[in-house]
């Protein structure tokens, strides 16, 4: 009667993958939260300090959705230490009709990792120009790869760079990515250098200081700014916020308080220029408005995107019948 | 490498019941949560108008406690006309040494009707007469009976009566339980009377207009109100708050918001005359004074509780190799 579905990280690699279904099933959420439409109550956090560690909670109701994920995201910043990731989490997927629970996704960050790098590409269906075929990435992590890939699924990609902190993380990303890619990806020790040749620009940091800075901009970039998702975290300097022809968030709220906005405020950007996503997907406030322009994206990430790809990855594991099904009432 | 076990409500029924080494765990966290040790954040809520129904989010980290509780809530209160029950529920665990998930806990709700009908016990252990043994319970629905149950760990209980809005429930109450705690259970129709007769006196309805009056109170009474915990309830009158002699609750940031606490302060109550029932645990503050004293204690619930209750129920588990594990990484 109350029946609970349990899937692995094993069971979502094979239920959702970066595909255009999948990114079109985030598109779909960024006109609701824009128009306020369903649920999303602010981030919970439980703090750590003890271990060096937060635990963060989304979540939101999207009408016309079956499902309401609950996503617990864990950062324990000692792990390394002990051999283990830092990242991890999983995700609770609740009927909307009823609030009972459908499934339990143990996931270890692999939904959120994809829904972050769908969200990217679709910054850049919708901002980036229809001709950008260079991409310069950021960074050289999980995100950084996904992010390049995600990409290929909306812009006729020829060519990328990357730069990151460490010169060998950048060199590996290289190797790794030319290979899956099947275009030249080649690092690069200099961060306006990649800007200066590169349509669309992707960052995928911690950086708790500004990578970017006006001076590197240049006609025609798209920038997506992925990494700041907390009060202390940001990658694009003021000065370049207050430059660019189009700012884009996906959430203003959320932008405030924890993404690129925030320091942009406070150095006197009139909040009533910055657009959300949502708006400029439904057609009701411009993005690029010529090839000249130049766009950034900041991407705080919603819980609205976790109801998004959790929802997908639930039926298309019910229809599949994978992962593992428990009667949780007693008899 | 990373394992999750999963419990459905059978094997947690198996683990944890309404027995002194879980009174006692529970018992154990209302100083940690007085202290402000750990941390316990603002209660999170998904509405979900368009089914009449909400998610509750409660989580605490508490210091030297193995295990982080998140647990989610689900009232969908058209549920009954599906032939589902309103309330449902789960919990998940994680090591707060890590973040890992070690656990999820398909409940449906039973840790929490546990650990409430325990905090209960804990309240009248800490602030009821010595010498109680004449009980009153308000309600007669699912948590009436437990809290019943769960008195006769810290009184000798000769003795109860029981008043419900419907007195077909009143009766049904009364008969099962004279049957389970083997004494004298009464339903009655009159609910001065009830606390007339009564030492201890335990609401748990969803009212929200006030049953209980000031010109109902006697000498030596102890009243634990259960039932408030959202904005529009209540179950004690202002007057009443005003006139005992003590009023102790489990959190007062909560029971400001959700609680009893609420109504009074607007009709003039001095909040510094609220006393947490952590403080009175641990020494810091007196309880009862006197065997003339009145008494209260509004619990609104905690997730340092929630936190509590999982943790001993995955002990308890893991020893006795209840439930399923699953790896959750990929090989």
């Known amino acids: 009667m109350s ?4 899937l692995t990280e094993a069971d979502l690699r094979d239920a959702v993958e970066l595909g255009m279904e999948e990114l079109e099933a985030i ?7 824009t128009a306020g439409a369903g649920s999303m109550p602010p981030i919970m956090r439980i703090d750590v300090p003890e271990n ?27 792990n390394p230490a002990r051999g283990l990731p830092s990242l991890g989490g999983l995700m609770m997927v609740f009927d909307s009709e009823t609030g009972l629970p459908r499934s339990a996704l143990f996931d270890n960050g692999y939904l959120t990792d994809l829904r972050t790098a ?44 990357v730069w990151a902190r460490r010169g060998d993380s950048a060199m590996a990303f290289a190797d790794e990515m030319s290979d899956l890619v099947g275009f030249g990806v080649q690092a690069t ?39 700041s998702d907390a009060e202390h975290k940001r990658e ?18 959320q932008s405030r308080r924890l993404g690129e906005l925030r320091s942009a405020l406070e150095a006197g950007f009139d ?43 639930v039926e298309r594991a019910a229809a599949r019948g994978l992962g593992t099904a428990f009667e949780t009432r007693p008899m």
């Open 3 to 6: 029946t609970v579905r349990v």
């Open 52 to 78: 060096n560690g937060e635990i963060d909670i989304k979540s939101a109701f999207l009408p016309g959705y079956s499902g309401i994920a609950v996503k617990v995201s864990a950062g324990f910043f000692d």
């Open 236 to 253: 694009l300097s003021a000065d370049l916020v207050m430059a660019v022809d189009r700012f884009v968030c996906d959430s203003v709220t």
């Open 189 to 227: 020790e200099s961060l306006p250098t990649l800007v200066e040749s590169s349509d669309i620009v992707v960052t995928t940091t911690p950086a708790t200081e500004p990578l970017l800075d006006a001076a590197m901009l240049h006609s025609g970039l798209h920038i997506t700014a992925i990494g």
């Open 118 to 161: 769908l969200a990217g590409a679709v910054a850049a269906r919708h901002l980036a120009r229809r001709d950008s075929d260079v991409v310069g990435i950021v960074g050289a992590g999980v995100q950084a790869r996904l992010q390049l890939q995600a990409l290929t699924l909306v812009r006729e990609i020829s060519e990328a760079r």
């Open 27 to 33: 598109e779909a959420v960024y006109p609701l939260v």
């Open 271 to 313: 909040e009533s220029d910055a657009v959300e996503l949502g708006a400029v997907i439904a057609g009701d406030a411009p993005g690029r408005r010529n090839d000249d322009h130049v766009t950034v994206c900041d991407l705080t990430g919603t819980g609205a995107q976790d109801t998004a790809i959790a929802s997908l990855a």
